[in-house]
């Protein structure tokens, strides 16, 4: 982003802080220019060849070209911007970022598009097509996955003209699973169940996939419900909330968002007791098989968390510690709320800085004051990241 003569907000993609572009060509919108043709004049140190063949074109990744200790400090920058411009938060702890164990090659998860023969990502700013053969930023059963996904896809006379297909790997696996945004033909199912197990609209799948949790324990994960993509760095998320509940003595917990059970099962494990809820049925009822197989102390809510909350208030029912891990959009529908639950401390965890900082905002007016706030690198090669912040009411 930069700041032209005339005081327009100009933007430009893949450039990197510091460095200097000749635009040739850029497009006008309301309010700021893009360049959408340019050369660079002058280079950042931080700027790399990226490790990806399709970089540059391809839609997936946008931060491939910078250094990855650059990476991190830019992510802590974004984090800060988000919380002083939009949580208008400024007395804040040190923030730090937790590096991912592997830059690359880290994903246990892919969302491909097929169209005309192509199997790959949709380019930056475009509905276009990259094909692509292999990702450097899948893990490498994942990669290994895409090849005979194609290999499959390649060998069939005709195809529908258009998918999506999500392909999954777990350590469990004996074999990947791919997950159709359509319903395969007969001949196109045959031909992929030999490889993986196919999942596809409006047919329930039996099979899940498990993910082992540093306690030994596994998460057990539907086909449709949600995992984190970085598996090895979330087991250090999921400890860092648990080392941070029995740290503040916490013992009753509600976890919002819970998902199949990635922070309450090891919640339940480490002594807490807590109440779980979560939108996707095949999900919550996963965590419910978990904890009965453990004989865990807790309970899973299938259903909406706004409605849950109004729920709980009503019984009066109360917790010391709130999870909160919502989808990008954020947590607006319950954290006006969350004061009378009356909990002494809140754990959130959150994908998207911006609508974190509006939360806490929310939050902070309520009387909670920001102990700590850590960043969790997830998505190494893009500007995505992770943060949990932990909270505590000040009353
Ligand atoms: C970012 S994921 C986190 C899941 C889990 N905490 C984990 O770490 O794997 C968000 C979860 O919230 C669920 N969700 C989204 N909106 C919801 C709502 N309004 N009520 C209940 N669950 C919701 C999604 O189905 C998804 O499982």
Redesign the pocket.
Known sequence: MARAAEGRIGFAHRVIPGEQLRVFASARKKGFTRATRFELLERSPERVEPPCVYAGRCGGCDWLHIEYTAQLRHKLGLLRDALSRVGKLDALPELSIEPSPRALAYRNRIRVHVEQGKVGFREFGSHDLVDVVSCAVAAPELDRALSRFRAVLAAQPSLPASFEAELRVAPSDDRPLVRLSIVPGNNLLAALEQEFVVAFPNVPVESVQRFPFASGSWLTVPAD????VNWELNRLLVEALVQGAVARRCTRFLDL????G??SLPLLESGLSGVA????GS?ARAAGRSLSELRLPGEVVS????ACVQRLLEERQSFDLVVL???RSGAA?VVTRLGRLAPRHVAYCS?DPVTLARDLRELCAQGFSIEQIRAFDLFPGTHHFETLVWLRAER
């Open positions: 419900a949600f995992v984190q968002y819970a998902g199949a990635n922070f809820v979560e939108g996707i999900a259903g909406e968390v706004g891990d919502p989808p529908e994908c």
